[in-house]
């Protein structure tokens, strides 16, 4: 096996990793069944690959930025898949965000084709991955993960290894549920302060350092006062991230009351047809109806 890295699924968050990889000299093979995803990272210097088994073909680890388990195990154990090039004792890093049972049976899977596997899920989004400050929570054999995080070291600037395999997803459902409602709670106090006529861009400096402080809030208050909708994220996937959320609590039996609420709201702007659009557009929840859609 080369230094070569595979990456497979050059999507939003995919080619933002994939980009960063490159940009720091790492030899990249990619693969994306939209061939458009994978055209900014081969002139970026990457190699564009015909299928998952070709790029991981030779490369030391794959790295996975996927949507979906069913897609995972499609993109690894389909027609074409990762198995059908990696060689024994390759390494799986799967930085999409799936539910933890499942990628518990990926990773036995894997270990039944002689395949190593790390679940390492994501936080920071697009603007932390080009600066390469990532954070991951990861689940995995221990030297896995130490091997992952020497990769994945280009991309990120925290790494922690929460346990076996699924052990980050869970991780990773837990950062969401947080996530979820600090999003809905800054943008429903950006409506307040809007209404009660205080300059919502003053509201971050005023509260730095003081317990209401957040990197949500340092963030994202002005963009929800600025109606700044630009995509760094999407709502339908927070949606899908709540709901193994909820997947999780009904299995532990754990009352998430709160968390129900916020996936309601993010279902409802998604039924808006916003689900494609950035958190900021949370803050379309609280604008209400307009006079002239009953006039």
């Given at each position: ?10 999507g939003a968050m995919g080619g933002?990793?994939?980009a960063r990889l490159v940009a ?86 894997a270990a039944a084709k002689g ?181």
């Amino acid at each position: 096996m080369t230094e070569r890295i595979a990456l497979i699924g050059a999507g939003a968050m995919g080619g933002a990793i994939g980009a960063r990889l490159v940009a720091t000299g790492t030899p990249l093979a990619v693969f994306d069944l939209d061939p458009a995803k994978v055209a900014p990272l081969v002139a970026g210097g990457a190699t564009a690959a015909t299928s998952a088994a070709d790029a991981a073909t030779g490369a030391r680890a794959v790295i996975l930025s996927l949507n979906a388990p069913h897609i995972v195990r499609a993109a690894v154990f389909g027609p074409g898949g990762v198995a059908e090039g990696a060689a024994p004792g390759t390494l799986i890093i799967d930085m999409s965000s799936i539910d933890p049972e499942a990628t518990k049976a990926l990773a036995a899977d894997a270990a039944a084709k002689g395949l190593a596997w790390v679940d390492s899920p994501l936080s920071g989004g697009i603007p932390k991955a080009a600066t390469g400050e990532l954070t991951l929570m990861q689940g995995g054999a221990p030297e896995d993960v130490a091997a992952a995080q020497a990769i994945l070291s280009k991309v990120a600037s925290n790494q922690t290894r929460m346990g076996g395999p699924g052990a980050g997803q869970t991780t990773k459902l837990i950062n969401q549920v947080l996530c979820g409602l600090g999003f809905l709670a800054v943008a429903e106090a950006t409506a307040l302060a809007e209404a009660a006529g205080v300059d919502a861009d003053m509201i971050p400096q005023a509260l730095k350092g003081g317990r209401a402080d957040s990197a949500i809030l340092q963030e994202y208050m002005p963009r929800f006062a600025a109606r700044d909708y630009r995509r760094t994220g999407r709502i339908d996937n927070m949606v899908k991230d709540l709901n193994g959320a909820a997947d999780l609590a009904r299995l532990t039996h754990t009352p998430m009351p709160l968390t129900a609420l916020c996936a309601e709201i993010h279902r409802m702007l998604t039924a808006a047809g916003l689900g494609g659009e950035d958190q900021a557009a949370l803050m379309e929840f609280f604008k209400g109806p307009n006079k002239e859609q009953f006039t």
